[in-house]
């Protein structure tokens, strides 16, 4: 009779636990959040969605940086690159949303690569944009050694080769990316090979090793010291630091749109508002700082600092401009993911 009793009640315990467990893993991850008012408490990780050596992974990295004393805890920058940036926003969507995880992006991967591409992701709800610290304008570059003198050499060149001169490009639907095809759609006797890196360092690198005939850069600082020689502003305007090097509009490109290529630093959806307001309050001060613009010098990206606000509002208008010119393009009807 003891001994029934002793297994009554041990199953009874067994079982309160058993559904005690199923309850709690059925409540929304962001219940488990640490409490904000006490954040950070801990080291916080920052996923930069390229490879090392290219113009989002110098200034992220000293974003980290400058932010670090403001926020009382060390910032550890990890490198998740391929795929445009998309592997390493998918993580980031998926992870607890306690503001302890971060990603430094380019916009394309909220914007262009989940038009053209099933992400698994809703680029404007699954991911929150704490701000953003930066606008690439990219450049085609050659080595130093290339026997294309400058943009209307290479275009010669492309038009007698035609489909078969190589640009290594930082991913495919990266903005140097999208501008180059664009131009070959706009002329089709431009087409080249593209050959997708993890990140612009990636592509330099191929570019002098020769395996590619030119490449999608933003490195000033290897164009200064002759390393590398820029043939094209890939974006509507040319740059300050380089003023007599073309942009699209000299040679009667349109300029693709800014829309895929700003610098935004995230956090996971439904990370609470007030870890959302501490961090944004730390890294727009990191943004302003002069270590900072001093770094965004050295690269062909200008300070574009927008706020959480501001930057979920242009992200809404490039998704919208996006979807209406890849549909006059012919490239996408409908995007290939919902944003929302």
Same mark, same amino acid.
């Given at each position: =009779?003891?001994? %029934?009793?002793?297994?009554?009640? /041990?199953?009874?315990?067994?079982?309160?636990?058993?559904?005690?467990?199923?309850?709690?893993?059925?409540?929304?991850?962001?219940?488990?959040?640490?409490?904000? +008012?006490?954040?950070?408490?801990?080291?916080?990780?920052?996923?930069?969605?390229?490879?090392?050596?290219?113009?989002?992974?110098?200034?992220?990295?000293?974003?980290?940086?400058?932010?670090?004393?403001?926020?009382?805890?060390?910032?550890?920058?990890?490198?998740?690159?391929?795929?445009?940036? =998309?592997?390493?926003?998918?993580?980031? $969507?998926?992870?607890?949303?306690?503001? +302890?995880?971060?990603?430094?992006?380019?916009?394309?991967?909220?914007?262009?690569?989940?038009?053209?591409?099933?992400?698994?992701?809703?680029?404007?709800?699954?991911?929150?944009?704490?701000? $953003?610290?930066?606008? $690439?304008?990219?450049?085609?570059?050659?080595?130093?050694?290339?026997? +294309?003198?400058?943009?209307?050499?290479?275009?010669?060149?492309?038009?007698? /080769?035609?489909?078969?001169?190589?640009?290594?490009?930082?991913?495919?639907?990266?903005?140097? /990316?999208?501008?180059?095809? =664009?131009?070959?759609?706009?002329?089709?006797?431009?087409?080249?090979?593209?050959?997708?890196?993890?990140?612009?360092?990636?592509?330099?690198?191929?570019?002098?090793?020769? /395996?590619?005939?030119?490449?999608?850069?933003?490195?000033?600082?290897?164009? %200064?010291?002759?390393?590398?020689?820029?043939?094209?502003?890939?974006?509507?305007?040319?740059?300050?630091?380089?003023?007599?090097?073309?942009?699209?509009?000299?040679?009667?490109?349109?300029?693709?749109?800014?829309?895929?290529?700003?610098?935004?630093?995230?956090?996971?959806?439904?990370?609470? !508002?007030?870890?959302?307001?501490?961090? !944004?309050? $730390?890294?727009?001060?990191?943004?302003?700082?002069?270590?900072?613009?001093?770094?965004?010098?050295?690269?062909?990206?200008?300070?574009?600092?927008?706020? @959480?606000?501001?930057?979920?509002?242009?992200?809404? !208008?490039?998704?919208?401009?996006?979807?209406?010119?890849?549909?006059?393009?012919?490239?996408?009807?409908?995007?290939?993911? @919902?944003?929302?």
């Amino acid at each position: =009779m003891i001994m %029934k009793w002793y297994l009554s009640r /041990h199953f009874q315990r067994t079982a309160g636990i058993l559904v005690l467990a199923v309850l709690l893993a059925a409540l929304p991850a962001r219940l488990f959040a640490a409490d904000s +008012y006490d954040f950070p408490h801990k080291v916080l990780d920052l996923s930069i969605v390229f490879s090392p050596g290219g113009a989002l992974d110098a200034a992220a990295r000293v974003l980290a940086g400058e932010a670090e004393p403001l926020l009382g805890q060390a910032i550890v920058p990890r490198n998740e690159a391929g795929g445009g940036g =998309m592997p390493g926003v998918a993580k980031l $969507a998926a992870a607890r949303p306690d503001g +302890y995880s971060l990603a430094a992006a380019v916009s394309n991967a909220l914007i262009y690569i989940p038009h053209r591409n099933k992400a698994p992701y809703k680029p404007l709800a699954d991911v929150e944009p704490v701000l $953003a610290f930066g606008q $690439a304008a990219p450049l085609l570059v050659v080595a130093p050694g290339s026997p +294309y003198a400058d943009i209307d050499a290479f275009f010669a060149a492309s038009r007698e /080769h035609k489909g078969e001169l190589r640009i290594g490009v930082p991913g495919l639907g990266t903005p140097s /990316h999208i501008a180059l095809a =664009m131009m070959s759609k706009h002329d089709p006797s431009l087409t080249w090979r593209f050959v997708p890196f993890g990140g612009p360092g990636e592509a330099e690198t191929a570019l002098l090793g020769g /395996h590619v005939d030119a490449a999608a850069s933003g490195a000033l600082p290897r164009i %200064k010291n002759g390393q590398l020689r820029p043939l094209m502003v890939l974006a509507g305007s040319r740059l300050p630091a380089l003023p007599d090097v073309p942009a699209l509009a000299d040679r009667g490109f349109a300029d693709p749109g800014r829309g895929d290529s700003l610098f935004v630093l995230l956090a996971p959806g439904g990370t609470p !508002e007030t870890t959302l307001d501490k961090l !944004e309050a $730390a890294f727009t001060r990191a943004a302003q700082s002069e270590a900072f613009l001093r770094a965004l010098e050295g690269w062909s990206v200008a300070p574009a600092l927008k706020s @959480r606000a501001e930057t979920k509002a242009f992200l809404a !208008e490039a998704w919208r401009a996006e979807s209406a010119i890849l549909a006059e393009l012919g490239l996408t009807a409908q995007p290939a993911t @919902r944003p929302e």
